[in-house]
């Protein structure tokens, strides 16, 4: 079993930047992707970003390319969101998740989910 715990939510103007970690409760890059994914109000989850388990390929979203930034760190089991020129649309609830599949997209098979942490971008 692995549990992922997000933070870094919060609430920034439009233009802003945030960065959000995902913790793991066991050494996990190994061997699992790690993924973000985001739910907005009335809205499907949408796929964000994901990293394969050796940090040398990453995927995203159409929507947030050259915006967001997606990176792991072995030694802290953690990963990382960096999301930079926010957009109000872009407010939503942030999770991450592990899987195994080798697959970097929204069809993969993960495993495990975070709890989620807000992140709320003003206009």
């Known amino acids: 079993q692995v549990q992922l715990v997000e933070s870094g939510g919060g609430l920034v103007q439009a233009g802003g930047s945030l960065r959000l970690s995902c913790t793991a409760s066991?050494?996990?890059?190994?061997?699992?992707?790690m993924g973000w994914f985001r739910r907005a109000p009335g809205k499907e989850r949408e796929f964000v970003a994901a990293l394969n388990w050796s940090g040398t390929s990453t995927n995203y979203a159409d929507s947030v390319k050259g915006r967001f930034t997606i990176s792991g760190d072995n030694a802290k089991d953690t990963v990382y969101l960096q999301m930079n020129s926010l957009k109000p649309e872009d407010t939503a609830v942030y999770s991450c998740a592990a899987t195994r599949d080798y697959r970097l997209g929204p069809s993969a098979a993960w495993t495990y989910w975070g709890q989620g942490t807000q992140v709320t971008v003003s206009s």
């Open positions: 066991r050494r996990t890059f190994s061997t699992y992707a």
